[in-house]
């Protein structure tokens, strides 16, 4: 199968932060090592979910806190290499820390009790002229108007001016797949940022911009399939290294490994 074939936003996401990184990822098709951070981010991601599952009046902070231990233990059960991640208790008591601190921002930024969620973790589908588009959306909320938003939930600190777009480009994206295939009249875009203070993002999305995303998308697919056959892949250094797991074997970074 193509590399193209098939597209989500983390994978196109990766090609536009790196090439390099994504042919690790999707090339060589390498696991990228478990990181402390994307694990908290997924199960963050899972009490904002799971939260929902209760009737409105339990959906209290005390309550998703609860729900986040229980759920960290459901997660070391099922994978017991998890616990080692920590150099020792203290590590792991403070990165629970981190983890109930994203909760409680959340709490701060929305009140769970009365958000109208109609969907959550929605896998949604669609074939384009570029690719099968494809994608698991946080949230779909109904809006008063009877138009939908789509909510995703962001555990890294929000991003500058200049990433905000590249950001918002995995919503739209989904606005698209999702107008495609459910026919929903998306109106609004919505980043959840729940690392240091918190900070909700909104975009508008009209009706015509599907076009303009999927001429996108029919772009970023040729850029990928040109440097899929030249084989050339630049690795673009920046602060995407720093959640990279591949930089012990990255070529940008083989001068910084042979210091002494
Ligand atoms: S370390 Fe940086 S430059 Fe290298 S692959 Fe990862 S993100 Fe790209």
């Not at 994504?22 to 694990?39: N, Q």
């Amino acid at each position: 199968m193509s590399v193209v074939e098939r597209l989500s936003p983390s994978k196109i996401n990766m090609f536009r932060q790196c090439p390099q990184h994504f042919a690790f990822r999707y090339i060589e098709r390498l696991e990228e090592p478990d990181d402390p951070r994307l694990v908290r981010g997924t199960l963050v991601h899972e009490v904002c979910e799971r939260l929902f599952d209760l009737p409105p009046h339990e959906r209290t902070r005390p309550v998703a806190v609860a729900l986040l231990h229980r759920l960290w233990e459901r997660m070391v059960d099922a994978e017991p290499a998890l616990a080692a991640l920590f150099a020792d208790a203290d590590a792991a008591g403070e990165w629970i820390v981190s983890a109930e601190a994203l909760v409680a921002t959340w709490f701060r930024l929305e009140a769970p009790s009365t958000v109208a969620v109609q969907r959550r973790e929605l896998f949604v589908e669609t074939t384009t002229e570029a690719a099968v588009l494809s994608g698991i959306i946080d949230r779909l909320d109904r809006l008063d108007d009877g138009t939908w938003a789509i909510t995703d939930y962001k555990t890294g600190p929000a991003p500058g001016a200049r990433w905000e777009l590249q950001a918002f480009f995995q919503l739209r994206f989904y606005a698209l797949v999702v107008a495609r295939s459910l026919g929903l009249n998306v109106t609004l875009l919505r980043l959840v940022h729940l690392a240091r203070n918190g900070e909700v993002l909104e975009l508008p999305f009209e009706a015509d911009s599907v076009d303009n995303v999927d001429r996108q998308v029919v772009q970023l697919a040729a850029a990928m399939q040109r440097a899929s056959e030249s084989g050339r892949w630049h690795a673009n250094v920046g602060r995407q290294c720093d959640w990279c797991g591949f930089r012990d074997r990255c070529p940008a970074w083989s001068d910084a490994r042979s210091e002494p």
